[in-house]
């Protein structure tokens, strides 16, 4: 059974200034310090979710800037082989024309040297004709 008497008082008087105390110099620092480290946790959090966050954008613009210089790329070799093509086609037309200059100019020789053949021979045959027409007539 309890006896209420003054050491009863005294024990309630006692624990009440341990607990005064004990919230005093263990209670409350030890709570600051748990609330400390939860906002020490929750910035961590959000810089990590910042950081997460700059990571996929970063990423998306990598992308974005991987797939714009491979459209410029296929589009520079585009226009370099259609550049190329024309320059082939403009080069094989220019021999093309260089060609048949060439070949006009050796057909008027050949004409120019067949008349000259032709007009030497005819006066050949007029030489021979005549020869001839000497020897029978006499």
Do not use: C, H, W
């Amino acid at each position: 059974m309890i006896n209420i008497n003054s050491t009863l008082f005294m024990q309630m008087g006692a624990f009440l200034v341990l607990l005064f105390l004990l919230n005093i110099i263990l209670y409350k620092p030890l709570l600051a310090k748990i609330r400390e480290r939860f906002a020490t946790i929750e910035e961590l959090n959000e810089k990590a979710r910042r950081y997460q966050e700059e990571a996929q954008k970063n990423e998306e613009e990598y992308k974005t800037k991987i797939l714009e210089a491979e459209q410029t790329a296929k589009q520079n070799y585009a226009s370099k082989i259609a550049a190329a093509l024309k320059e082939k086609e403009e080069k094989i037309a220019e021999e093309n024309r260089k060609a048949m200059d060439e070949i006009r100019k050796i057909e008027e020789q050949l004409n120019k040297n067949i008349e000259m053949e032709l007009a030497s021979s005819k006066d050949y045959s007029i030489d021979i004709a005549n020869k001839i027409y000497k020897q029978l007539i006499g």
